[in-house]
Structures are given as structure tokens and as C-alpha cells.
């Protein structure tokens, strides 16, 4: 079974930085893709950010320019740089792995448990 560990969360002014780590393990089929999704109270879960196999990245505009996300392909992990952070950035992260396979038309969501970011003074 896939597993999924995160960390990197926590309690920061605005304007401050946070870095999420997500190491991806039990990996069998192919990575197709990596993520970052929120979900605030009261509201649906989110794109963030992510990053495929080719190295392509989408960002929700609402972090374009504050956040950058990044993966080393080596340990299966995903990062997302928070910069500027602000006291909208609140929510519960989650990391997001896709996974290809058995076959190249097969593709499976995998997601880690969620941690807590907040931006607060």
C-alpha cells in the first residue's frame, strides 16, 4: 500500500515561510504526477500546486509567485516552498501522488493525511 508521510506544517506570522515535505514510499507503478492540495473550514479541497514526471508545474493563481513546488525523483518526495505567506494560506495541506498503472490508461490518487498550516499574528 501506498504510503504517504508529510510534514513541514505549523503556525507562522504573515509574510513569514513554511516548506511541506512529502516522501512518497511502497511506490510499484510509475509516478505520473505530484501535489499539493487545502482545504480551509467551510470550504472545498483545492489545487495548490503540482508537478508531473515531465517536469511540468500548475499553480492556482491565487499562490503564483509565493509558492514553488519541487520533487527529487530519487526519493519520491515533493516539496512546496510557501513564501509571503498570508493569513488566507490557512488550511489543512495535502500531498497528492498519481500513480500509473498497470497499464498506461490506468491512473490512481493517492493522498497523505493532511497538516496544518496557519498563518497568523
Known amino acids: 500500500q501506498v504510503q504517504l508521510v508529510e510534514s513541514g506544517g505549523g503556525l507562522v506570522q504573515p509574510g513569514g515561510s513554511l516548506r511541506l515535505s512529502c516522501a512518497a514510499s511502497q511506490i510499484i507503478f510509475k509516478i505520473s504526477a505530484m501535489g499539493w492540495y487545502r482545504q480551509a473550514p467551510g470550504k472545498q479541497r483545492e489545487l495548490v500546486a503540482t508537478?508531473?514526471?515531465?517536469?511540468?508545474?500548475n499553480y492556482a493563481d491565487s499562490v503564483k509567485g509565493r509558492f514553488t513546488i519541487s520533487r527529487d525523483n530519487a526519493k519520491n518526495t515533493v516539496y512546496l516552498q510557501m513564501n509571503s505567506l498570508k493569513p488566507e494560506d490557512t488550511a489543512v495541506y495535502y500531498c497528492n501522488v498519481v500513480l500509473q498503472g498497470p497499464s498506461s490508461y490506468s491512473f490512481t490518487n493517492y493522498w497523505g493525511q493532511g497538516t496544518q498550516v496557519t498563518v497568523s499574528s
Open positions: 508537478i508531473t514526471t515531465g517536469d511540468r508545474l
